[in-house]
């Protein structure tokens, strides 16, 4: 059984920082993709930041230049370092990874940037 869990969320002011984390453990042979999306209440879920297992980024353009995704596979951890955070970036962060062909969630950890 696999299990995804976020932590790191919280509140903090504009121009703050914060650092998510995103631990996978379990039966996990192959966990190729780890991506950080992000759910608004009224907006849909959308794709912040991602990383693959060979280290490829991606990121939203509403983040870039702020926010900067790392892993250590290793621990089957990923990271959403986020800089400069700005109200609009209030939301519930979830972290995905797909692992040995399924794809897994977390709960979800909020982050709330106050003006």
């Known amino acids: 059984q696999v299990q995804v869990v976020e932590s790191g969320g919280g509140l903090v002011q504009a121009g703050g920082s914060l650092r998510l984390s995103c631990a996978a453990s379990?039966?996990?042979?192959?966990?190729?993709?780890m991506g950080w999306y992000r759910e608004a209440p009224g907006f849909q879920r959308e794709l912040v930041a991602s990383?693959?297992?060979?280290?490829?980024?991606n990121y939203a353009v509403s983040v870039k230049g702020r926010f900067t995704i790392s892993r250590d596979n290793a621990k089957n951890t990923a990271y959403l370092q986020m800089n400069s955070l700005k109200p609009e970036d209030t939301s519930v962060y979830y972290c995905?990874?797909?692992?040995?062909?399924?794809?897994?969630w977390g709960q979800g950890t909020q982050v709330t940037v106050s003006s």
């Open positions: 995905r990874i797909e692992a040995d062909d399924f794809q897994y």
């Open positions: 379990g039966s996990i042979f192959s966990l190729t993709f």
């Open positions: 990383i693959t297992s060979g280290g490829s980024t």
